[in-house]
């Protein structure tokens, strides 16, 4: 168990790191996408698309997990290390592809959080100082206040009113009856 929380632990930095990474700069996903793509489908100079960076869940969820299949085959047939033939390598795999997913998403959530704190950094400024001073006036005013004072109110006695004419009076006087 310790093992596989330390790996868990180093794949999310490593999702970290690969999504800072294709942030900055996403030469391999440009050069597979000449590759594979035609003239009119390659993507545009502007793009900042990768293969992590700015992609739904299911195509960064392959990505990750065929990179990871990749090294893992590599490392099954090159070395005398066998990940897939017990259970500690299939758990280690799993937690290294869940890992980096979850580092993906964080280093989304810290850099577009980064981004806004950027942009609105001088409104957040006068926000902070604007609250601390509506709280000094809060204060102010508890402090000052003095106990707002009772006062009874008497029931209104209402006047004797003057009986109300029926509407067959009312007709009467209006000459329709």
Same mark, same amino acid.
């Given at each position: 168990?310790?093992?596989?929380?330390?790996?868990?632990?180093?794949?999310?930095?490593f999702g970290i790191f690969i999504y800072w990474r294709e942030s900055k700069a996403n030469k391999l996903y440009r050069f597979f996408n000449k590759i594979f793509n035609s003239k009119d489908l390659q993507m545009k100079p502007?793009?900042?698309?990768?293969?992590?960076?700015?992609?739904?869940?299911?195509?960064? &969820?392959?990505? #990750? =997990?065929?990179? *990871? $299949? &990749?090294?893992? #085959? =590599?490392?099954? *047939? $090159?070395?005398?290390?066998?990940?897939?033939?017990?259970?500690?390598?299939?758990?280690a795999f799993?937690?290294?592809?869940?890992?980096?997913?979850?580092?993906?998403?964080?280093?989304?959530?810290?850099l577009k959080s980064g981004k806004i704190i950027e942009e609105k950094s001088e409104s957040l400024e006068d926000m902070v100082t604007e609250t601390i001073e509506k709280g000094k006036d809060f204060v102010e005013d508890l402090k000052t206040k003095e106990a707002p004072e009772v006062v009874e109110q008497k029931p209104k006695q209402e006047a004797a009113k003057e009986p109300e004419k029926s509407a067959r009076e009312r007709l009467k006087d209006k000459g329709l009856m």
């Open positions: 168990m310790g093992l596989d929380l330390i790996i868990f632990i180093a794949a999310i930095l502007g793009d900042k698309k990768g293969f992590v960076y700015k992609q739904s869940f299911l195509p960064r &969820l392959l990505f #990750i =997990v065929g990179f *990871f $299949l &990749l090294a893992g #085959i =590599v490392i099954q *047939f $090159l070395t005398p290390f066998k990940i897939f033939s017990s259970y500690y390598g299939i758990s799993a937690s290294v592809t869940v890992g980096t997913i979850i580092g993906t998403y964080v280093a989304n959530f810290v």
